[in-house]
């Protein structure tokens, strides 16, 4: 771990660079830099890796990752405002810190640095789940990722079968990803603070798939069976041609009862039988 750096306080930082959060980038400022560190410790030991961090903002949880002794980090920030503030950063941690201005819906994550590289981010409620999904896609890029989400979000990629949380979200993360909630934020830790409580999850990607299947053919059965969640998959799946019975699953059963084998095991016949029908 390298020795902490002196810097300013970032409440001061905020002052001087007049940051004040803005609506419409979905801004919560994260100033407790206790906390900073213990998500940085969440993401592991990362001593010589590669850290992306998207939206740093005033950089709190950018200062906890380099202190943490991060070979370098990647700040990912949409917000001019917060560039200009984490430049300051940048020349007290030389070569370890490099700013990146962008929009992280846009942006291959992957090509801003050499693998072994890792996510670690406190994500603007509003985009989180566009963002992680898009990140699943290309998981075999990174070697962890740790994510602060809304509560409740955090709820779904860690709900097993049979509860009210469990659904399409949940089914894609776990068949790529061990997933793993390292504990709470309150509201009040941010500032602004937000009507919602948090959590950061810990990904760890799977060596490969929880099960054989292709991305778009799980994720049309997964549409399909929760898109109708109180249904019975032989109404649900109707549409697809598909019976759950050919693969030993109870056709009575419902969506929220499936293991993510299973849909997988639906999502393979799916995919079997448009290529028996293109031919």
Known sequence: MSAPVSLPPLRNVIKRFRLGARRSLGQHFLLDLNLCARIARAAGDIFGSTVIEVGPGPGGL???LL??????????????????ALAELAAAYPRRLEIVE????????????????RIVANLPYNIATPLLIGWLRHIGDFERLTLMFQKEVAARLAARPGTGEYGRLSVITQWLCEVRREFNVGGRAFTPP??????????????????????DALETVTAAAFGQRRKMLRSSLKPLCL?????????????????????????????????????
Not at 67 to 84: I, P, S
């Open 102 to 117: 962008g929009d992280a819906l846009e942006t291959d994550l992957a090509g801003l640095a050499r693998p072994p590289r």
């Open 194 to 215: 937000p009507k919602v409580a948090s959590t950061v999850v810990t990904l760890n990607p799977r060596p490969k798939p929880l099960a054989p299947a292709a991305w």
């Open 67 to 84: 202190d943490a002794g991060a070979a370098k980090v990647v700040a990912l920030e949409r917000d001019e405002r917060c560039v200009a």
């Open 243 to 279: 019976e759950p019975r050919e693969l030993g699953i109870d056709p009575t059963k419902r969506a929220g009862e499936l293991t993510v084998e299973e849909f997988c095991a639906l999502a393979r016949r799916h995919k079997q039988g448009l290529s028996s029908r293109s031919l």
């Open 62 to 64: 950018t200062r906890a």
